[in-house]
């Protein structure tokens, strides 16, 4: 089989969870938006709710449909996006809890699903989803009229412990809910780990669940290996892949592994990326094709069946420094085209 293999540690998640859940007294959340990081939404959300999970976060109304399905009755499923046009049915079918960002959607919504739950999104400064301060205070006495399910922020640099605009939105959020009596969220996996002012009555931990930065000591989660297709001999003077661009300067082991950009594989790491076998690092050689890889194992005393990409030897995150970008996006990049098992 030349599909390679993206095997998900569902115990390593799970304690992820517990122990971003011990990091606080208050309740933890689980966010499983765009397929849990892409990794799975339906085995990760049926173990997060197997271990105790009760309120889990999805960026639209859909993915909440399909989770509701996943979890069935119980769990509370929260709706970054708030409440669309569109959305009313998958709302009120799926028992979704929308995050209403604007007194638009405030509107729409108790209009259409009078009486059913809704939480608040109010900007402190990320100026990404919210309501404003002035368009708050215009609607705060009706909105808490209506008793919402929650009231959140969201941090715009927690994963910089020292990033003086943690403390500014804080200050903000702690002002625009001064005295109200719903449950109140500001804190992501990095919020977490600011400390316990940021946690308040929930936290909405996703990366840190999936082994990522910046929760340094989660446990990984994922490992990528990728099967040897053919192995062959280059000599001094040839080419690898398109464009040539890679030349043998000495006599070289060319392995041709099977994924590409088409599997997540930003095409972009070429020239910085390697992979593992067992502790020996072997770079990628040659541009990164839809399909393939070149990969140079001149070195190796034995020849690999497959190469590691994310595991033991090298995290996300390292890869994610292959291509000068961040672990969520090497996950949700991560293509339909593996074989994925739960281990
Ligand atoms: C994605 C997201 C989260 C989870 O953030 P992580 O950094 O992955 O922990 C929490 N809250 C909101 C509003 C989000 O968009």
């Not at 708050?136 to 910089?160: F, K, N, Y």
């Not at 497959?306 to 990049?333: C, K, P, R, W």
Request: net charge negative; glycine share 10%; with cysteine.
């Amino acid at each position: 089989m030349a599909t390679a293999i993206l095997s998900i540690d569902i115990a390593a998640l799970v304690e992820n969870w517990r122990s971003l859940s011990a990091m606080t007294r208050c309740e933890a959340g689980a966010v499983v938006k765009a397929d849990a990081y892409g990794l799975g939404v339906q085995p990760v959300a049926r173990a997060l709710s197997r271990a105790g999970a009760r309120n889990f976060f999805v960026a639209v109304a859909e993915e909440g449909a399909s989770l509701r399905e996943i979890l069935g009755e119980g769990p509370q499923i929260n709706v970054f996006s708030g409440h669309m046009q569109g959305d009313t049915e998958l709302i009120r079918d799926a028992q979704l809890t929308p995050m209403l960002n604007s007194v638009d959607q405030m509107l729409r919504h108790v209009e259409a699903l009078p009486g059913h739950p809704f939480g608040l999104q109010l900007d402190t400064g990320m100026n990404r989803l919210g309501m404003e301060e002035a368009e708050w205070s215009a609607l705060r006495e009706v909105a808490l009229g209506q008793t919402p399910a929650l009231i959140m922020s969201h941090l715009a640099c927690a994963d910089e412990a020292d990033h003086a605009m943690n403390a500014r939105q804080l200050q903000v959020f702690h002002e625009m809910t001064e005295g109200i009596d719903a449950p109140r969220s500001l804190a992501a996996t990095g919020g977490i780990l600011l400390g316990p002012d940021y946690h308040f009555d929930m936290v909405r931990p996703g990366i840190g669940l999936y082994g990522g930065m910046p929760y340094v000591d989660a446990r990984p989660v994922v490992q990528l290996h990728i099967p040897v297709i053919q192995i062959r001999d280059v000599a001094v003077g040839e080419s690898v892949g398109y464009g040539n661009a890679w030349v043998a300067r000495s006599p070289s082991r060319i392995a041709t592994i099977s994924a590409g950009y088409a599997d997540g594989i930003l095409r972009g790491m070429g020239p910085n990326a390697h992979l593992h076998t067992g502790s020996s690092a072997v770079p990628v050689v040659g541009r990164i094709s839809m399909d393939m890889i070149g990969v140079d194992v001149t070195g190796l005393a034995e020849e690999p069946e497959t190469l590691e990409l994310i595991g033991a030897h090298q995290s996300v995150d390292t890869v994610a420094g292959f291509a000068e970008t961040i672990g969520y996006e090497i996950l949700t990049s991560l293509g339909a085209r593996y074989k994925r098992i739960y281990v």
